[in-house]
């Protein structure tokens, strides 16, 4: 009788159980079924080294989310490398990419006009809109270009400054290859903090480079607007074996900060005159402008949480590359590479309602002195105790009196670099 | 008194390295910035997954050890030996 009253007993525990499996599934189902419905509509914008290693690594994570791209360019041409366009190592095809991303991305070519945040939207030039949930925007740099008097980009008496990815290093080539012997050639470097801080002074490298190839006597003067710069001794080294006396540089102290431009004449802070055949002025820099024109934020550069990205103040939009002040991170490709891992890691973090993980950063940056020989500088950067701040480990240059092989070893390095990380990205 | 001062002597050196608090995942995805998460690398900078575990360890400490100033090698300053077995066990599993 007992053994009949415990199976009984048995039978409906079981059928109870089943009855409240069948609905906790049903639940579930329903649950997962509306997050499905729901993925957050994730958009990126700009398709730079920020953007796309963002795009990389978001495109595996599709299933909880939909990913939308845009950029105002259909091939994307690279800020690094760019130099060696200039001397005539590379062509602009090279460093130009027809980005090929997964199929669960969707990429549109168009030009943002400016975020309203409040309404989560995206306004377009041509007026069209698209709304989001996440916003993650890699927009590049912008210009100051009102610092020096007589600056604009339609002056004819200047170079292209070629330091936004825009597609002007054809007119900056024409102007090379038409300097005659004994030309002088005049570069302002601009002051921190702005993109990629060797690069105005591989820019004279690669001229050098360009014109020795030539056969051509030249002169570079190399303005700055600073006291001191990344890789000096390296490039000071380098510039002494390759090119001898004919890169000088003339710190803000010694006279080199711009303050105009008349004609083919530059004016600077300490009363000196310097005339060049070829002028290069690479303007002072802040966060892009779409940021500006959106009223994001109202300093040169946007402060972001270093953890997630959070752009400070503005909920669910993700800044990162050389539109933030990253702490001690330098502005670079690589900077902006590694800010996309831990932005992204981060992003799936806080969807799939995990803890966040605290980011580790890298950066290494090669420069060039020939097309053979290259030197480099490396940092890791982690945050601070507060956990609001990028701080470096401590850097670490090549040496300073490297052999030949170490500096072609270096420059195997650098294209190894590049070519991986540009199929990585675009494909 | 003795083991307190050495306890106390290791956690100032390793204060200084990365992997301690961190993950190690974040370390390779660091690395895969020049050797790529695909294997269709350049021969210079090989896809890390690809090399045997051994190799892996055997290159770390010898760039470690290397008297030159390569970019591996002063890119592993902060790494600390038990970072470098952390990040074999992550690519290529535990033994």
Redo the contacts between chains.
Sequence with gaps: MGKIKNSKRDFFGLLRNLVYSYFLSQLLLTKQTKAKKNKPRVVVIGAGFGGAACISYLSKFTKILNLYVFDKNSSIQTGPFSNLVIGDILTPQDITFKPNFSSNVKLYDKSVKFIQSEKKKIVFTDNQSFSYDILILSPGIGFKSQNIEGYSDENIYLTPHCWDGEKKLADFKKKLNDLENNSKILISAPDYPYRCPPAPYERASMIAYYLKKKKLNFTINILDSKDSFTKKENFFSEWKKNYHNSINWISREEGGKVLSIKNKEVFTEKGLKFSGDLINIIPDQKASNIIHQSELINDDWCTVNPINFELRGHKDIYVLGDSIDAGDMPKSGFSANSQAQALSMNLINMLLQKKYTDPVFLNTCYSFSTNERAFSITAWYRLNSSKDRIVSLGSKESKLLASDLERIDESEEAFGWYNNITKMMYG | MNKLLLIFFCSLIFS?T?GD???T???I???N??????S??????PYLKNLEKDYFLSKMYSYKKEK????MK??L??LNELDIIEMADYLYGED
């Design positions: 200084q990365l608090e961190v993950r995942s974040m370390i995805n660091n690395c910035l020049c050797h790529t998460d695909s269709s690398n350049v021969e210079n900078i030159n100033n390569s970019v002063r890119i300053i902060p």
